[in-house]
């Protein structure tokens, strides 16, 4: 934690020396570090402030690297906030973009994320087809993460596949979406 708040400060810090040079991609960036340490720090509604400012302004910039992770950083604010359909757009936003500018990285990272919105919303089936591609590209790459893709792989078998507890959020239409996100 206290690593986070020490990131959240030299963001804080970077923000204020790229506002006095009028160093707009910076700025950008900056604010989205700022949010994605606040979401860190379990501070949601301020992370999806400074995100949001941050995609406004990488947008405004062209930056569509830069756009893929605000919205991967709102994906995961409103994933903390219980904001389910919130998070899961942004997850299929950012995982696009990011496969327009080949992160392969990064369009894992936010599948596995999207795997657990997807859960968190009553659908493992759909959670463990995003995970099954994101483990896919984090092997290719040779990345420690999928280890911990295949953990969730084999809770998830352990899960039982009948229907979604009651008060979890039916994604609509989203089994689609999904497929055509994968495919």
Not at 51 to 64: E, F, I, K, P, Y
Request: glycine share 8%.
């Amino acid at each position: 934690m206290e690593r986070h708040t020490d990131a959240l400060e030299c963001a804080k810090r970077a923000l204020h020396l790229y506002s006095a040079v009028d160093h707009h991609r910076g700025r950008a960036t900056a604010l989205n570090a700022i949010g994605w340490f606040n979401a860190q720090l379990g501070t949601y509604p301020v992370a999806l402030e400074a995100c949001g400012q941050a995609l406004d302004m990488h947008r405004d910039n062209g930056d569509r690297d830069g756009e893929a992770e605000a919205l991967d950083c709102l994906g995961y604010a409103h994933h903390h906030l219980g904001q389910l359909t919130q998070a899961l757009d942004c997850y299929q936003q950012a995982i696009e973009l990011f496969r327009e500018v080949v992160s392969r990285y990064d369009h894992a990272s936010t599948l596995a994320s999207m795997g657990d919105t997807l859960l968190a919303m009553g659908d493992p089936r759909a959670a463990r087809t995003a995970w099954q591609h994101a483990l896919a590209d984090l092997i290719e790459l040779g990345h420690a993460e999928a280890d911990e893709i295949r953990q969730k792989m084999i809770k998830y078998d352990e899960i039982p596949r009948s229907a979604p507890s009651a008060g979890s959020q039916q994604p609509a239409d989203d089994a689609v979406a999904t497929a055509d996100l994968l495919g």
